[in-house]
């Protein structure tokens, strides 16, 4: 059952509008009620990844891949997070840099302790991760 859409009315300085407006039309937003919504969504998913709940997202990470030692260790710490990992994408970059994109689905704390993992290896040239909502 989908639920009763609600209005309600915001009050907002002129400026932080017209900021608001410029932001979300570049976003290729065509009205502010999806925008605010999507605002409200992005921080429910913030605080659930903070509090531990389920989430869903991505962890990437670009790396040299001439260091052995650093490609090795990549995959032992994806082999220790097996219950979380959905898929791992592997993209040579160029002659020398690889991107490593791993889906994740699981409590927050495991999922950001992937991510730590992974991003502290030597050899990693850049991480970050990624979270949304995992469904629910």
Do not use: W
Not at 60 to 87: A, C, F, P, W
Not at 105 to 113: C, T
Not at 118 to 128: A, D, F, I, N, R
């Amino acid at each position: 059952m989908k639920d009763k859409l609600v209005r309600f009315g915001v009050s907002l300085e002129g400026e932080l509008l017209r900021k608001f407006d410029s932001h979300i039309g570049a976003g290729g937003y065509d009205n502010r009620s999806k925008a605010i919504a999507d605002l409200i969504r992005k921080e429910f998913v913030s605080d659930l990844f903070e509090k531990g709940g389920a989430v869903a997202g991505a962890v990437t990470i670009v790396y040299d891949h001439h260091r052995r030692e650093t490609v090795n260790r990549l995959l032992d710490i994806q082999h220790d997070h097996g219950g979380i990992i959905i898929s791992a994408q592997h993209v040579h970059l160029d002659h020398d840099n690889c991107l490593e994109i791993v889906a994740v689905k699981g409590p927050g704390a495991k999922v950001k302790a992937l991510a730590d993992s992974l991003k502290s290896v030597k050899g990693v040239k850049h991480s970050t991760l990624s979270v949304t909502t995992a469904g629910k």
